[in-house]
C-alpha cells in the first residue's frame, strides 16, 4: 500500500493520545501568544540576534512561557521513550515517559537555579536571563522538528529503530548548529568577558552535563548490566 497506516495497535494507541495532548499545547500557545509560536515553528529562521543593549526577560512568567515550558520537556521526554523502548536498552525495565519527565524537570530545574545564582554573584544577572530566554526559544525550535519526526514516526512503515537514530541526529545537529548561531551573536561580550564565559561553559554546560551521564551510566551498570 502507498499510503500510510496509522499504528493503532493496542500498545501504540496512546502515542495518537500523546501526539493529540502536543497538538493541544501547540494550540494553546498560538492562543496565548501567536507572535511566540510563530517563533517556535519558524525553525529555518534565527529569533535569536545579538543586541547591544541587553533586554532582560525581567517581567513575570506568562502563560504561554509555562506552556511552551511543558510542550518543550513533554516533546523531548516522548523521543526519550521511544528512542530507548524501540533500541531496547532498557529492556525488562519498567521506566515511564513521567520517570523521564521528571528527571528532565529537575535538571532543568536545577540548572536554571544554578544559572540565576550565578547571574547575581557575578552581578550579570540580566545577561544571564537573557541568555537563558534565548536559549529557551533555540530548545523549543529544537522540540518542534522533534515534534514534526515524532508525527512521521506515527506510521508504521518506517524502520523504527533507524528511523529514531536518525531523528536523533538530525536533533542533535539543529541544536548545535542553533546554539553555534546565537553563541556567535554574543561574539563581542565573549570577548570582553572572556574569562566568565569559559567558567559559564564549565560549570553550567559541561559539568551538569557531565554529572547527568554520569548518573545515567551508574543507573545503567546497576539496574541494567
Not at 502507498?2 to 501547540?26: A, G, H, K, Q, S
Not at 533555540?138 to 522538528?145: D, G, T, Y
Amino acid at each position: 500500500m502507498n499510503e500510510f497506516i496509522f499504528r493503532t495497535l493496542p500498545d501504540d494507541l496512546w502515542y495518537m493520545w500523546y501526539l493529540i495532548l502536543l497538538v493541544c499545547l501547540l494550540l494553546l500557545i498560538k492562543l496565548s501568544d501567536s507572535k511566540e509560536f510563530f517563533k517556535i515553528v519558524g525553525i529555518g529562521r534565527s529569533d535569536i540576534s545579538y543586541s547591544k543593549k541587553i533586554l532582560a526577560p525581567v517581567e513575570k512568567i506568562k502563560v504561554q512561557n509555562l506552556l511552551t515550558f511543558l510542550f518543550r520537556g513533554l516533546t523531548f521526554s516522548f523521543f526519550v521513550f521511544l528512542l530507548t523502548k524501540e533500541s531496547g536498552v532498557l529492556a525488562g525495565h519498567n521506566i515511564s515517559i513521567y520517570f523521564i519527565f521528571s528527571v528532565w524537570l529537575a535538571y532543568t530545574t536545577i540548572r536554571l537555579l544554578l544559572e540565576v545564582i550565578t547571574g547575581l554573584l557575578w552581578k550579570s544577572i540580566r545577561l544571564f536571563l537573557q541568555v537563558i530566554s534565548r536559549r529557551a526559544l533555540l530548545k523549543s525550535k529544537a522540540a518542534f522538528v522533534l515534534f514534526i519526526f515524532l508525527l512521521f514516526g506515527s506510521y508504521q512503515h518506517l524502520q523504527i529503530l533507524i528511523y529514531w537514530s536518525i531523528v536523533g541526529f538530525i536533533y542533535i545537529l539543529y541544536y548545535l548548529f542553533g546554539y553555534q548561531s546565537y553563541a556567535a551573536s554574543y561574539s563581542p561580550l565573549i570577548r570582553k568577558k572572556f574569562l566568565l564565559f569559559i567558567l559559564y561553559i564549565c560549570a553550567l554546560e559541561i559539568i551538569p552535563l557531565w554529572i547527568a551521564f554520569d548518573l545515567a551510566n551508574q543507573w545503567t551498570i546497576n539496574n541494567v548490566l
